[in-house]
């Protein structure tokens, strides 16, 4: 890949850093985070054709705060600083930077003052997004304001000769209206960049790098079902053929019908070579009794990466071995908050337990999921496959609090399905992230027909998300409700009670466990 064209952002601690990354992709430019303490070395070996700072937390005059060499400044390279990074280049040019005696938050107008390359064709007292404490005072000559809003003097401030701009909002967010146009001129008429980054592209680049890699070896792909690797068997099927054994594992804790809906369906309508494998009893028996779901997420990996030899026993040696990894996936373990605290563990990225002799394969470890949904659209998978709610490696297992039965997973399964019907029926599926059902083991007294009942209740849950990564609840029709609700507790032995889940992330987490 030519860096040259690339954009490197430098990550301190912005909860939009990853936002950066997709409006910049957004543009067609390809853009990659590097927590801010590797930025230089990064630069150096492979210089990237602009630098943009990402906002942050801290204050640049707290002396342990993040910063980067002056270096940055004086390698040539377009900077754009955002927020905290406009604080960045302001302390790094000796400019004084001081609470501004309370936090400016929410929107500001944007009040232009001079003709600025960075602000071209940018509406005059348009709304910008503002998040900071701090701000600038004592200025260098080699530096100009260009705009200003009504509690920042200096919004946007630039040093045009060095291609150095800062500004105090956030252009990535949807709020501030004029961000995308901020960022294009930033891009395209500041760093003079190429829109070459497109899934067409990146197809053709990774058909020959995945050719390369694998030689005349074969490799084993883990298929879940999910949207992420069947995208990458359709891409390992046109790189090398049937090179690449697709393996699905029925491991006990999928949908209704789904290990026999999609074999067919991987078999004869995508052509793949797969091996379907049934292992529901050995995951079940190891699943047992355990409570704790940190416990299980871990059997549950642990079954599949046996599953997974025994399937090698039968197909005979691979040397690879793929997997559906995303960014967002590899960016909470290198951006600057570092292997974050755990809340989950159900990230791929630490890769296979070191006894595993296989190499790894993950060529969407650079990509955001829309843009693994684009290139199974470019490779002809069908839109309502392209579209499919996301769905976790461990499957029905962390949708059950406590211990999972077979009597339990088979009820959450007629509840699950009736959802996703229902879901179809109002048109709603399309609309959202995801949405579930989670079978709570708790029972609660009911009457029906004149008899009482006692059996389990059960939660709906549904949102609203971009990656996944932060979620809203979805405000969902009371009649949708209330007939997904009347359908679950009238046709699914063993479940009285039906409720909805009013919690976004954070708080919440997307799956109960
Ligand atoms: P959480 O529950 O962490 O979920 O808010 C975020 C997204 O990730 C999915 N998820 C998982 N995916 N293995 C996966 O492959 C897992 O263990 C796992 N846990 C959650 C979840 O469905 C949501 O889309």
């Known amino acids: 890949m030519d860096t040259g064209n690339s954009v ?5 601690g912005s909860q939009y850093t990853q936002l950066i990354a997709r409006r910049v992709r957004e543009l067609n430019v390809y853009s990659e985070i590097y927590p801010f303490h ?44 955002i927020c905290y990074g ?29 003709k600025s390359q960075l602000l071209e064709g940018v509406v005059n007292q348009s709304n910008v997004w503002m998040s900071h404490g701090d701000k600038i005072t004592g200025f260098p000559e080699d530096f100009s304001i260009t705009a200003r809003t009504q509690n920042s003097e200096m919004a946007v401030i630039e040093s045009p000769k060095r291609k150095i701009f800062g500004v105090q909002f956030h252009p990535e967010v949807v709020h501030t209206d004029q961000g995308k146009k901020i960022i294009h001129n930033f891009l395209f008429a500041v760093a003079r960049l190429k829109p070459d980054w497109n899934m067409e592209n990146f197809i053709k680049s990774s058909v020959e790098k995945i050719r390369t890699a694998v030689g005349d070896e074969r490799v084993m792909l883990a298929l879940s079902g999910g949207v ?38 991987f078999k004869n309508q995508l052509g793949l070579n797969v091996m379907g494998i049934e292992a529901s009893d050995r995951f079940l028996d190891n699943l047992k009794e355990v409570r704790s779901p940190e416990k299980k997420r871990k059997i549950i990996g642990k079954t599949f990466i046996e599953v997974f030899c025994s399937a090698e026993e039968k197909i005979g040696k691979v040397k ?11 960016i909470e373990s290198v951006s600057v908050k570092g292997p974050s605290a755990t809340i989950k563990s159900h990230h791929n990225v630490g890769g296979l337990p ?63 399905a009736i959802l996703i019907e229902e879901l179809k029926n109002f048109n709603i599926y399309d609309k959202i992230w995801q949405a579930f059902v989670v079978l709570l083991p708790v029972k609660t007294v009911g009457v029906m027909g004149d008899i009482r009942t006692y059996e ?11 990656d996944g990564m932060t979620a809203d609840w979805y405000p969902a029709e009371p009649a949708f409700l209330k007939k997904v609700a009347n359908r679950i507790v009238n046709e699914v032995k063993g479940i009285n009670r039906v409720a909805y889940d ?11 466990e």
Not at 8 to 12: E, G, P, V
Not at 74 to 81: A, F, K, T, Y
Request: aromatic share 8%; proline share 8%.
């Open 8 to 12: 490197l952002i430098l990550d301190f």
């Open 38 to 81: 590797k930025g230089l070395e990064r630069i150096s070996t492979s210089p990237p054709g602009a630098i943009i700072l990402s906002g942050g937390p801290s204050s640049v005059y707290d002396t342990d705060s993040p910063r980067v060499g002056r270096e940055i400044l004086h390698s040539g390279i377009p900077v754009l600083g």
């Open 86 to 114: 406009l604080q960045l280049i302001a302390y790094l040019s000796n400019m004084i930077v001081e609470p501004a005696g309370g936090r400016e938050y929410g929107f500001a107008k944007l009040e232009i003052l001079k």
């Open 228 to 265: 992420d690797s069947t995208v990458l068997a359709l891409l390992l099927k046109k790189a090398i053929g049937d090179q690449s054994i697709p393996v699905f594992i029925d491991n006990g804790l999928l949908r209704k019908n789904e290990f026999p809906r999609l074999m067919d369906r």
């Open 320 to 330: 690879f071995f793929a997997q559906g990894t995303l960014y967002p996936d590899v």
């Open 354 to 416: 070191e006894k595993m002799h296989w190499k790894l394969i993950e060529p969407f470890r650079e990509l955001f999921k829309d843009e693994v949904r684009e290139i199974g659209r470019e490779l002809g998978l069908e839109e309502e496959f392209v579209m499919r709610h996301p769905f976790p490696g461990p499957g029905l297992a962390v949708r059950i609090p406590g211990s999972v039965t077979r009597e339990q997973l088979d009820k959450l399964r007629e509840a699950d």
């Open 456 to 466: 389990n209740a059960a939660i709906i849950r549904m949102v609203e998300s971009v």
């Open 502 to 512: 009013l919690t976004s992330k954070p708080p919440g987490t997307i799956e109960w």
